[in-house]
């Protein structure tokens, strides 16, 4: 998707700030990240200092995914945009 390693920066440095822009998520998922924002927070300052973020690839269903290293963990983050624009998937996960 065009401009997709700037989306997933933008992402990524929301999400380490603890300041998720809730305005560019679809309505369900925005509720579900307010939901989550603590326990993301606390595997996030875990996880330590950004070091890099590069692009795996699309998955069959179409989301973009991206490996995320950090001082002291690994991660696998990975959305999909609606039709509106807007972020309707995002999950982050520790790599596989």
């Given amino acids: 998707m065009p401009d997709s390693e700037a ?7 929301e999400h380490l700030r603890g300041e998720p822009d809730f305005d560019s998520m679809a309505p369900p998922l925005a509720e579900l990240a307010r939901q989550q924002r603590e326990v993301v927070q606390a595997d996030l300052a875990r996880a330590g200092e950004l070091k890099e973020i590069s692009f795996r690839g699309v998955s069959q269903a179409g989301w973009d ?4 290293r950090f001082a002291n ?10 039709a509106d624009g807007r ?7 520790p790599s596989p």
């Fill in 65 to 68: 995914v991206y490996d995320v």
């Fill in 7 to 13: 989306i997933m920066r933008r992402i990524v440095a």
């Fill in 73 to 82: 963990a690994d991660m696998e983050w990975s959305f999909i945009l609606g």
């Fill in 87 to 93: 972020i309707s998937g995002l999950y982050l996960r």
